[in-house]
């Protein structure tokens, strides 16, 4: 055992929410540690390769124009700024996410290989410590309190000890292991949505696509292809869907893969979504973006269920590209150019908390006065059963945004302890909302700040003034 390191605050995990919670709590003042299990920071934002940060503003989804004008819309109320906000203009700067200084469009299109790196700055120029490559396995406990967690790493086990501790790993790993509550998935049968491993295509010829579909416009909408042709002369984000036909015809030859755990390809959801990135202050049509259903009844908590899924989602990856290949035009050189080196697990555990955030939180726009910022992401929720059903989305209505709730990150009965990211205290609806990237930088930087105060003040979380805590996060740009 290596001699133990000390600490104010670990944070575990330095995905979409741990960094956040990092950097605020280092600029607040603690001495932080942020321990990830991977090779870069950002998680699902980068090692996943989810490029579209949802949403720092109002997600309108109700017309199909709203739905498909989110990564250029201003038209809505912004609701989230801070650090959230920082990390947009930051990534603006430098040509590596789609929009302007100062403000977000619902849906921010980056480029995740660059935000690895604006991430790392962010986090040491705040002066957080970064233990890269190393597990975190298990809390370290007095009674009912955590004081450390257990970690694991190429030079063998050591301890940190530490004030307070924040759980960012998505699943809760570590509240579990302090003997947290939790639930999973839907409360009727426990089952959680399916898995993704988003993938990008490469050697894409765009304008042939488009010209293909602008001569067989009846057969894709009149209103969709004039969309698509105003979006790539003007250099803007555009969304493929729609080839229904040439998906059909490569089910009738077995050209098309069926997605693991199900028996039968269901062509409304199967066909996914396909859009060009964003890199070096252009939209790159040259290559696509596929986020695809890919793998159902998948307990992702069981590595060994996790293991076969994602090797079989692979497998669909490569086939999918193979399939555009052969069928849709514009991509007869297209080539695989790469897969998610992290799996996109959509949700596992939900950690029981002081207050569970509830469906109807969401949809009636509830405030509360423990409030540590808001959130305007629908509820995005996909289909269970083997891809049935579209997916549903639902907006948040009242004003339109909702009061996250301070309450939400702190585990029933546990000491020393915060959560934030996906495994929040929320039902399973609830969760389908503050599971987007804009919900977890919220419930991250309310927690690095609760951190730092409770860090400072010998205090556990629990018992952190939350009008200091609201305050101090006003001062740091957050919106309550
Ligand atoms: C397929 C898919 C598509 C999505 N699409 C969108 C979208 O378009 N827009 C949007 O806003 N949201 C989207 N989401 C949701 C959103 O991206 C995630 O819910 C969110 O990024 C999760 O953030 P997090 O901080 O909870 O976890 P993550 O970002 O996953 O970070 C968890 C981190 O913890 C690390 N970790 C885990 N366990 C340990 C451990 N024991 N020790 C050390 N490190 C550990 C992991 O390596 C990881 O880096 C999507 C999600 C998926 C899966």
Known sequence: MLKDLVKDVV????????????????????????VEEGSCLGGTMTAGLVLGLCSLRHQ????????????????DEQVVYGIAQEFVDRMV????????????????LFDPEIAKWVIDQMVLEAGVNVLLCTKAYQAVMENSRVTGVRLKNGLGLMDVKAKVTIDCTGDGDIAVSAGAAYEVGRPTDNLTQPLSIYFQIGGVNIDRTLKVMKENIDAYGSDYVE?????????????LLGFR??????????????????????????????????KNGKIRYEITSHNIDMAY???????????????????????????????????????????????????????????ILKYEDVIQGQTFTDAVGRNGSVIDIHDIDGGEKPINLSEVGGQGWYHVPYR?????????????????????????????????????????????????????????????????????????
Not at 245 to 274: C, S
Not at 461 to 477: A, F, M, S, T
């Open 227 to 239: 969309a698509l042709l105003e979006a790539r002369s003007k250099g803007l984000p555009l969304t």
């Open 93 to 108: 700067a430098v040509g590596a996410a789609y929009g302007k200084q100062g403000k977000a469009t619902v849906r921010v």
């Open 245 to 278: 036909r040439q998906m059909e015809e490569a089910l009738k030859n077995g050209d098309f893969p069926l997605p693991y755990g199900i028996k039968q390809v269901n062509p409304k959801t199967h066909f996914g979504i396909a859009r060009p990135i964003y």
């Open 60 to 75: 309108g989804v109700k017309t199909n124009k709203k739905f498909s004008q989110q990564e250029i819309s201003y038209a």
């Open 408 to 480: 939400i990150l702190l585990p029933r009965n546990i000491e020393g302890l915060l959560i934030a990211g996906r495994c929040v205290s929320s039902d399973y609806l609830a969760n389908g909302s503050i599971r987007q990237q804009a919900g977890c930088m919220v419930t991250g930087q309310a927690a690095g700040v609760a951190a730092a105060i409770a860090a400072q003040g010998g205090i556990s979380p629990r018992e952190v003034n939350v009008e200091e805590l609201q305050k101090r996060l006003v001062l740091q740009g957050v919106l309550i």
């Open 11 to 34: 944070v575990i995990g330095g995905g979409t929410s741990g960094w956040v919670a990092a950097v605020a709590a280092a600029r607040n003042g603690a001495d932080v540690l942020l």
């Open 297 to 355: 009844y998948v307990n992702a908590i069981d590595t060994f269920q996790l293991t076969k899924a994602t090797i079989a989602m692979r497998d669909v990856a490569v086939r999918m590209a193979e399939f555009y290949r052969k069928y849709i035009p514009g991509y007869e050189d297209s080539y695989l150019l790469q897969t998610a080196s992290m799996v996109g697990v959509r949700e596992t555990r939900r950690i029981t908390g002081d207050y």
